[in-house]
């Protein structure tokens, strides 16, 4: 922790990547000269964080997600165990591309969770407070606090900033939250008519 934050010996780092204070990095991740890394976040054992990744505060990236160029994770994002983005649309072996022209950008929102063995396709937004349900495949973009599951991934409910189900109401029995409807997807009801 001697620079602010903990890399495992096992894992690597290359010079002129950004990685914030008190942010852990286990066994054999490798982050990439080019990624920049926030405060308090946990990056799980064999994680790949690519050139031009962006990771907000207080993530946590679990065991084997890779995190290509592209991919833009904004504060308290969680990426379950073996998630994974894309970042080409229509990947050919024979003929590549690499570079940022052929990179599709994948933003996901503050607070959204990606459910282990979800698969993000590329060039599609991730609603801040969403939840992607485990083995989810995403094809399309998801509003703020939507809860997507199957193949291919369709709304099943709404979520609160909490994690807890929103009820038919928009209102979270756990927390107390009152949500309503706003061009993203949803927005706490006090908010709604900024």
Request: aromatic share 8%.
């Amino acid at each position: 922790m001697e620079n602010g934050f903990f890399v495992h010996p096992t894992a690597c780092v290359d010079d002129g990547a950004q990685i914030g204070k008190d942010t852990k990095i286990w066994h054999y991740t490798h982050v990439s000269a080019g990624a920049k890394i926030g405060e308090g976040c946990t990056i799980g054992q064999n994680v790949f964080v690519a050139d031009g990744v962006t990771v907000g505060n207080h993530c946590k990236i679990q065991n084997n997600v890779s995190l290509y160029e592209g991919v833009e994770l904004g504060d308290y994002v969680f990426c379950g165990p073996s998630m994974v983005f894309t970042n080409v649309p229509r990947p050919r072996c024979k003929y590549p591309q690499r570079g940022s022209q052929f990179y599709k950008p994948t933003p996901v929102g503050e607070g959204a969770s990606i459910g282990a063995n979800a698969t993000v396709v590329c060039g599609h937004r991730i609603g801040k407070n969403a939840f992607i349900a485990a083995g989810s495949v995403v094809t399309k973009d998801v509003p703020d606090h939507a809860v997507m599951m199957g193949v291919p991934a369709r709304q099943k409910g709404w979520a609160c900033e909490c994690g807890a189900p929103l009820d038919e109401n928009l209102h979270c029995a756990k927390c107390g939250r009152q949500y309503a409807p706003c061009a993203e997807g949803l927005r706490e009801k006090e908010d709604a008519t900024k």
